[in-house]
């Protein structure tokens, strides 16, 4: 691993209005970004990156609600590409919180010299293609513009935030707070009485830590979710260094995983086995904690009634834990699959709800009518609130592309192409827009699998990709049009077998309004897709098209 030497480009003092000329374009300063900024400028490429946060970090700078904290194991969300930073860093829980995650990223920026490269505080406003000179044109809210041949979207799948399409949110007296963009300083929540919209893994986190603060806390929830023990640990000396000399190991089964790392898998069959020995799996599991639950059995994504037995199970736990059983029965998630909106892993959530000053507002039986100036009404009554938290999630997938104008050949956007549902090839490039990249696309396994895993494969294959260019002496790629539909079609084929097909989430888009629904993500597992993504390199990017230099065409 170099450290920064190569050509760098700093961020401007003060903006310029004449377009400034690089090699390459960055958008996003999350795990993605980073990773790109660190490999292009490896490369030799001369860079400019951007990011509408104050710092690196995407979603960890943005998250800083209380209790945030990843649902991986933290020696896997980390990155793989530098032994040395593997070395030198030391995670001290086995499911790191928030804080803790940006001071590695903090370190890797440092150890990296990343930041030069960054413009903080800067929203790229569009991105267009300017075919005649085959380059990204890119204008930022500073007004300035920048070109380059080559333009990479790290935005990632959550990085705009949902807002609840509840009538007068805007009107609320209190304090408003978005779990995506939260305040940097602590916020107090002592003898007050609080209020979370949203019981997905972000609201479940709010709840376990606000809860044992607040004077009253009153979660407001449409859909539970099934949410497993945690059973976070402190990681010991003797395990960290286990794990740092076998790093190597550690990294080869993520990337030969479906999930992007080293989670229990199992090839059994749910059926395969006696009712007696799935509850003794399931026991074990439960007891076990983090992703153990996941790993029991090999079908539980295709196999409905398997899956029922699993939902059951858990939510057997659920009435074991909650005193109330009123409460209890609200809390059981129903009328979907277990896994098939995204696994959560809590500390205490079950637990919380056994304080005196926790009430859940069911807002199936008892819908939300209105924010109002005091609080939020529902049709029983208003709550009064000091706070409210919304943890209302995301424009998921492709929000971030479609938020500005990305326009590609005869000037068609990426919001005309998605109009109907993302498409792309490996999530990867999209056909119409010539050396346009992206980083955990919305037709790649992104919220299915590991996203530093996934940053990283995909970083390094537009490397590739840009290494093929610069070696053939050509100017542009692009896949063609039967290659994305033909990436489609693996996708939608297998989509169509999964059970994540039958809950309203944002993995199938049915969190946001007139979004259009269906399953996108590639869901194969992640060694598959990394199998799928090395054929072009293999044969020569035979499904790709390319273009010569304008020069080379004029000469
Ligand atoms: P989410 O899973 O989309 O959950 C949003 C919640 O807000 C849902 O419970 C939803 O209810 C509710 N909601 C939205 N609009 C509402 C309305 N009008 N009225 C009532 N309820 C409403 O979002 P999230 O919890 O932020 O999680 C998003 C993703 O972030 C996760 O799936 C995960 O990938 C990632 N994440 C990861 C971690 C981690 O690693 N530990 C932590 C947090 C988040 P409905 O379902 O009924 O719409």
């Not at 040395?84 to 990223?105: D, G, H, K, M, V």
């Not at 779990?179 to 002592?190: G, I, Q």
């Not at 834990?321 to 998630?333: G, I, N």
Request: hydrophobic share 35%; proline share 7%.
């Amino acid at each position: 691993m170099a450290l920064a030497s190569t050509p760098s480009s700093p961020s401007p003092q003060s903006p310029s209005t004449s377009p400034q000329r690089r090699d390459i374009l960055i958008v996003g300063g999350g795990f993605g970004g980073m990773y790109a900024v660190y490999k292009f400028r490896e490369m030799g490429l001369q860079l400019q990156a951007f990011e509408a946060g104050g710092d690196v970090g995407g979603v960890w700078y943005w998250n800083r609600y209380p209790g945030a904290r990843v649902d991986l194991p933290s020696i896997d969300y980390s990155y793989s590409f530098s032994p040395e930073i593997e070395q030198e860093w030391t995670w001290s829980e086995q499911f790191a919180a928030q804080p803790e995650l940006l001071r590695y990223i903090d370190f890797v920026a440092k150890r990296l010299d990343l930041r030069p490269h960054f413009q903080f505080n800067t929203r790229v406003t569009s991105a267009a293609w300017d075919e005649s000179r085959q380059l990204w044109v890119v204008k930022t809210d500073r007004g300035e513009t920048y070109e380059a041949p080559y333009c990479v979207m790290a935005t990632g799948p959550l990085s705009i935030p949902k807002e609840p399409d509840i009538p007068g949110v805007k009107r609320f007296k209190g304090r408003l707070l978005h779990s995506a963009r939260w305040p940097h300083e602590p916020v107090d929540f002592t003898g007050k009485r609080v209020g979370v919209i949203g019981t997905g893994s972000t609201g479940i986190q709010v709840v376990q830590d606000v809860g044992p603060q607040a004077g009253e806390l009153f979660v407001f929830q449409r859909t539970p979710s099934f949410t497993m023990p945690m059973r976070n640990e402190t990681l010991t000396p003797e395990y960290v260094d286990e794990v740092k000399r076998n790093y190597a190991g550690i990294r080869e089964i993520a990337r030969s995983s479906t999930v992007g790392g080293s989670r229990p898998q199992s090839t059994r069959a749910f059926f395969s086995v006696t009712p007696n020995q799935r509850r003794v799996l399931l026991e074990d599991a439960w007891k076990q904690g983090g992703l153990s639950m996941l790993g029991t059995f090999a079908d539980l994504m295709v196999n409905a009634e398997a899956n029922e037995h699993v939902a059951e199970f858990v939510r057997g736990k659920i009435g074991e834990v909650v005193k109330d059983p009123k409460t209890a029965e609200a809390l059981k998630p129903k009328g979907y699959p277990i896994f098939a909106r995204r696994p959560c892993l809590d500390t205490s959530y079950y637990e919380t709800y056994n304080l005196p000053n926790v009430h859940l507002v069911d807002c199936i039986t008892d819908p939300i009518v209105e924010i109002t100036e005091k609080g939020v009404r529902n049709e029983s009554g208003e709550t009064e609130l000091d706070i409210l938290i919304l943890a209302t999630g995301y424009d998921g997938l492709t929000g971030a592309m479609m938020a500005f104008d990305v326009t590609g050949r005869d000037g068609r956007t990426v919001r005309q192409k998605w109009q109907d549902g993302p498409r792309s090839t490996f999530g990867l490039m999209l056909e119409g827009f010539p050396n346009l990249f992206m980083t955990t696309g919305p037709n790649g396994p992104s919220a299915l699998a590991n996203i530093i895993r996934i940053s990283e494969h995909d970083v390094d294959w537009i490397a590739d990709a840009i290494t093929h260019l610069k070696k053939n002496g050509l100017a542009t790629i692009e896949p063609t049009v039967q290659a994305e539909d033909a990436w489609m079609e693996i996708v939608r084929s297998i989509a169509q077998r999964s059970l994540i097909n039958k809950a309203k989430t944002w993995w199938v888009g049915a969190n946001v309004k007139d979004k259009p629904q269906g399953l996108t993500m590639f869901t194969g597992g992640f060694l598959k897709y990394r199998e799928y993504c090395a054929v072009p390199s293999a044969n020569g990017y035979r499904d790709f098209q390319f273009e010569p230099q304008m020069e080379a065409v004029a000469a």
